[in-house]
């Protein structure tokens, strides 16, 4: 599988691009510490000269100059590059926790479902019958505030790292059905071929069925829709910041940052250009290395 990926320059080009995306995040305070800016610092009303008197940045192409790489926000004054940076680093967290709790998930309802057949076949089949019934985005916008509020009283600030757990479990409620059902279906033909049923008559047991047998003919399944997953997680939760459901000021957020560019955009264009573009090029680049894992997988299919 390596060798034939290997030989996929699209997937070569697009896996450093998801690497690259993924150390900046991880490297975010680093790197804010080397360019000397910081994404919370209200660069624009503290320091005269930034902002002109209705909040935009005076400078051309949204204040972009030797000290603000990426300009600075309107109204408030921040960082651009900063404020990037940091919501790079909390949309990849959130979707990668999402994404992990999904696949798990739908890796022991799915298998389960599939191997023990019966009544535990049934009982998990409708259970994913009725969550696919629910609107996704809907439920999102709708339950996120409830399942703050069971935390956090209403009068109060909520907590960034209660909307954090609250953003996962809300999208990981939703998300594991879609893997779960390719997984039963896999696992009801696996169970009927000659190896799970010499393994049966060996006496093993089901568990080293599962976890022997089972699971690395799994491999190609998991890691293909996990790697599709996650940009579908990832726009899911800039697209709750961007409505106001998901993270808040001051937390850097690629939806908040979309959020505050579609008030400014008349005026300031520039605002939006760099998150829109970085969004962008990560969905695309994540999603073409999705089909190079496949078709790496499957030395069968053509592009």
Not at 30 to 58: A, F, W
Not at 175 to 202: D, H, T
Not at 279 to 301: C, E, K, Q, W, Y
Request: aromatic share 12%; glycine share 10%; net charge neutral.
């Amino acid at each position: 599988m390596w060798r034939r990926f290997r030989r996929d320059r699209t997937g070569m080009v697009c896996a450093g691009v998801v690497l690259f995306f993924f150390a900046l995040g991880l490297l975010a305070p680093v790197i804010s510490r080397l360019y000397g800016k910081d994404p919370y610092t209200l660069y624009g009303q503290d320091r005269p000269g930034l902002l002109n008197e209705y909040g935009y940045p005076i400078k051309p192409n949204g204040g972009i100059d030797g000290e603000f790489w990426f300009g600075i926000e309107p109204i408030l004054g921040r960082d651009v590059l900063t404020q990037l940076l940091y919501g790079i680093r909390t949309s990849l967290l959130i979707a990668l926790a999402v994404t992990v709790a999904t696949v798990v998930t739908a890796i022991v309802l799915g298998v389960a479902a599939g191997y023990l057949g019966g009544r535990t076949d049934y009982l998990i089949g409708r259970t994913i019958d009725l969550l696919l019934a629910f609107p996704a985005q809907l439920f999102f916008i709708a339950f996120l505030p409830v399942v703050v509020a069971l935390f956090v009283d209403p009068q109060d600030e909520t907590p960034t790292y209660v909307r954090v757990l609250a953003l996962i479990a809300v999208q990981w409620f939703l998300g594991w059905m879609g893997l779960a059902r390719i997984l039963r279906a896999q696992v009801l033909s696996l169970r009927e071929r000659e190896f799970i049923e010499a393994a049966k008559l060996s006496g093993a047991s089901p568990w080293r069925i599962i976890h022997k047998e089972l699971l690395p003919n799994l491999v190609t399944p998991i890691l293909v829709q996990a790697t599709l997953m996650l940009p579908n997680f990832v726009t899911a939760e800039a697209g709750l910041s961007f409505l106001g459901v998901g993270m808040v000021e001051p937390t850097p957020d690629w939806g908040r940052m979309f959020a505050i560019g579609a008030k400014v955009y008349q005026n300031d264009l520039t605002y939006m250009f760099f998150p829109g573009v970085a969004m962008v090029v990560f969905i695309v680049a994540f999603n073409l290395l999705g089909d190079s894992i496949r078709d790496a997988f499957d030395p069968r299919t053509t592009r």
